[in-house]
């Protein structure tokens, strides 16, 4: 058995005026995340994940930020490509940890929800996929809620054949 590990690591600034979307789930918020994208971080960090598992450079290299086809898009549509990538060299996902660094909102109420969209884009198992949240308690710009930051880790299996 081949093993590949990627981590993942993202920021988006919090702005007035978009919607607050992570995990492919809209969070009710008074402000949301600032991209090109749907500037969904927790994707963003663990399509880069899965990329460096394969060193496959990283999301700007695959969706480049000034491309029109990528303006406003859901990520999970960016996930789905990245998993057929990771697919095609022959490897499947063995599992995936993430943690989403933000003082607020309160993001447990839309965990599963989360867990369940990100499985079903990269038609793995939800017990193969984790994720967690966690305050700064007030340190730092994710603790001012200046924006909202993401880490990931995957591991990429394949038989040795
Ligand atoms: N935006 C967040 C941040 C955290 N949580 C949950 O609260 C727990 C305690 O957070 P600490 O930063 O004080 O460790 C954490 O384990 C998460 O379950 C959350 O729901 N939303
Ligand atoms: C996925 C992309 C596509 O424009 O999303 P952005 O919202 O621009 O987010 P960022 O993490 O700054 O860069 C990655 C981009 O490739």
Avoid: W
Avoid at 8 to 28: K, N, S, T, W
Avoid at 46 to 66: K, N, R, S, W, Y
Avoid at 138 to 148: K, M, Q, T, V, Y
């Amino acid at each position: 058995m081949k093993i590949r590990v990627g981590i993942g690591y993202d920021v988006h600034a919090l702005v007035e005026g978009r919607p607050l979307i992570l995990g492919g789930v809209e969070i009710p918020y008074e402000r949301g995340l600032l991209g090109h994208s749907d500037a969904d971080v927790l994707i963003h960090a663990l399509m880069d994940a899965l990329l460096g598992a394969l060193a496959q450079g990283d999301i700007g290299a695959h969706f480049p930020d000034h491309d029109p086809r990528y303006a406003g898009i859901s990520s999970l549509l960016l996930l789905e490509q990245v998993a057929q990538l990771i697919k095609g060299q022959g490897y499947c996902i063995g599992n995936i940890d993430t943690i989403i660094v933000a003082e607020r909102p309160k993001l447990a109420p839309f965990i599963l929800q989360m867990r369940s969209n990100l499985a079903r884009a990269l038609e793995i198992e939800i017990g193969c996929v984790s994720v967690k949240a966690t305050t700064t308690e007030h340190l730092g710009f994710e603790g001012r809620s200046e924006g909202i930051g993401a880490q990931a880790i995957v591991g990429l299996e394949k038989d040795k054949a």
